[in-house]
């Protein structure tokens, strides 16, 4: 692919058949026999059970629309095309009557990024949200390791293993897995209809319309008018920037290193690791795995001085002098780390920047943030898009939520969906567990500070690592769905009950 100068295996149609596929991947096509792994229920896309009450395992009560132009329909204005908006326009588009633009700043899809950790929370969502051919695709992309499951956490020198992330109770085909930002865009995409994406177009700001919905404004003067906002315009987005001007961004202290290269340029290596291995020191970490067929994955998050960071520029190649500099760094560190760097054409630097996260995700009764632009992770827990997708799936079920048959409808476009409304459910469903996970990345700080206060005395550092480190299930296994059907089940009361309603009950019988 472009720009990374290297061909990921990306064609479905180009993979021979009959040739033997790496471990830890599943050839297209082939039946789900390992869904009943573990005696679980089949629970893939357009193969469970058919549920027209609630958008669910990728049945949607209506087909996806064809054309909405002859209709009435809610206008959606996603900006940007990063993974949120990606899978917002792949999603939001499969609703009745609406019509959904995406605006991406940059001319085309940009070929950027290394290893995204999909988790199962991530898994989970796109497994209800994405086309059938997209998550049977998932499946043959995502590296869940061979022979083995999970990442393994080594120690920082010795290469031992100390502990073994992974999810119990999931069956294999919902475990989390690793694939390169590139293939997980462009699987996303997949699901976008055509005449979705704009690109080349800058959002400047965005302003609250009288009586009822928003003007985007975009850096060559033009505008456009919109019932709902999608804000997925990323870290430094601007939206956010109108409504909070104090958030400040700031440097995070570390910069993360990556490079994605073709497994023939690491396969020579004696002793590399068939599984996805993590080496973690006193908030420094390493990744190594391998990614979708034929692609190899470098990462680190490595301490610099702000000094230092300030020099790179996000998404710079460094070339000799990076690789000179990680050699240096990671000089006692277990060897094979270094024998992959040394193997490494070159590296692209990435200096960690966040702001607070958003309090609240809506905005004005008609916006709603997704992803970084509200809630900016700075690579923590690898849940960047599992967050993003979350985000979306909730928005879409809330959306869902309140639409009106336009066959019954008369009445002006926002009529057909009920904003304010379906903005307060997807606030509810996300801005509780967002909080509550900012709060966690400082409290691990501290279990951090713990382990390193060990010092060199590496018995007691393995042991405060082995009693502190947990894999915060909580987190990477959140359910947005079952969160989103417990603020729904209490919203629709809290803020509905009708009057008539209340006699009615009152003639029930019983719990
Ligand atoms: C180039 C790139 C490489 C990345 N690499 C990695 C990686 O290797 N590993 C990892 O874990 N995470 C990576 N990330 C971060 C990861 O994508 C996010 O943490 C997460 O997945 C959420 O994505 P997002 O869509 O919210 O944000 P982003 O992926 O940052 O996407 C935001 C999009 O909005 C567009 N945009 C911004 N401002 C405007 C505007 N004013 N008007 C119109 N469009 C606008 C941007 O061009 C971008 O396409 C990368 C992000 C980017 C942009």
């Excluded at 720009?3 to 789900?32: C, I, Q, T």
């Excluded at 990063?82 to 609703?95: D, F, H, P, Y």
């Excluded at 499951?149 to 502990?163: D, K």
Aim: with cysteine; aromatic share 8%.
């Amino acid at each position: 692919m472009g720009s990374l100068g290297y061909s990921v295996v990306d064609d479905s149609n180009a993979v021979d058949r009959h040739k033997e596929l790496p471990k830890g991947h599943k050839r297209l096509g082939d039946g789900f026999d390992s869904l009943h792994l573990n005696g679980n229920v089949d629970s893939s896309p357009g193969r469970g059970r058919s549920n027209h009450f609630y958008p669910i395992d990728g049945v949607y009560p209506d087909a996806m629309p064809q054309s909405t132009a002859q209709r009435q329909s809610l206008k959606i204005a996603i900006i940007g095309g990063g993974l949120a908006g990606a899978a917002a326009a792949g999603t939001l588009s499969r609703l009745p009557d609406v019509d959904v633009k995406v605006y991406e700043r940059s001319a085309m899809v940009r070929e950027a990024g290394a290893l995204i950790g999909v988790m199962v929370s991530a898994v989970r969502s796109l497994s209800r949200m994405l086309s059938p051919a997209s998550w049977e695709r998932l499946q043959y992309l995502l590296y869940r390791g061979d022979d083995c499951e999970g990442i393994n956490h080594r120690h920082w020198r010795t290469g031992e293993i100390l502990t073994n992330a992974l999810s119990p109770h999931t069956p294999r085909h919902m475990q989390e897995g690793r694939i390169s930002r590139i293939a997980l865009h462009d699987l996303l995409m997949r699901d976008v209809p055509d005449n979705v994406m704009n690109y080349s177009s800058h959002v400047l700001r965005v302003e609250k319309n009288e009586p009822g919905g928003m003007k985007i404004v975009f850096e060559d003067g033009r505008f456009e008018e919109v019932d709902l906002v999608v804000a997925a315009d990323g870290l430094y987005s601007k939206i956010r920037r109108k409504y909070l001007p104090d958030g400040k961004i700031a440097y995070r202290g570390r910069v993360s290193y990556r490079k994605n290269v073709p497994m023939d340029i690491v396969q020579h290596i004696k002793g590399l690791p068939n599984d996805t291995s993590s080496w973690r020191r006193n908030g420094e970490v390493v990744f190594l795995s391998r990614l979708e067929p034929g692609v190899y994955s470098f990462v680190t998050m490595v301490s610099e001085p702000e000094e230092y960071a300030e020099t790179l520029e996000w998404q710079h190649s460094m070339g000799r002098e990076g690789i000179d500099r990680l050699l240096e760094h990671f000089k006692d560190w277990d060897p094979i780390i270094n024998e992959v760097i040394r193997a490494l054409p070159n590296v692209d630097a990435y200096p960690l920047q966040s702001s607070p996260w958003m309090r609240d995700l809506v905005r004005d009764d008609a916006v709603a943030f997704v992803g970084d632009a509200a809630h900016p992770t700075a690579g923590a827990y690898g849940a960047g898009c599992s967050f993003a997708f979350s985000d979306v799936r909730a928005l879409y079920l809330s959306l869902w939520r309140t639409h009106q048959s336009s066959s019954t409808s008369s009445e002006a476009t926002t009529a057909l969906y009920d904003v304010p409304y379906a903005l307060r459910l997807y606030d509810e469903t996300r801005r509780h567990f967002l909080a509550r996970v900012e709060e966690q990345i400082k409290l691990d700080k501290l279990d951090t500070g713990y382990v390193a206060a060990a010092g060199s005395d590496e018995k007691e550092w393995i042991r405060r690592y082995r009693e502190r480190f947990t894999i915060n299930w909580w987190i990477l296994e959140h359910d947005v769905d079952a969160k989103w059907q417990e603020v729904e089940a209490m919203e629709r009361h809290k803020n509905r009950t009708q009057k008539d309603l209340v006699d009615a009950v009152n003639t029930v019988v019983g719990d």
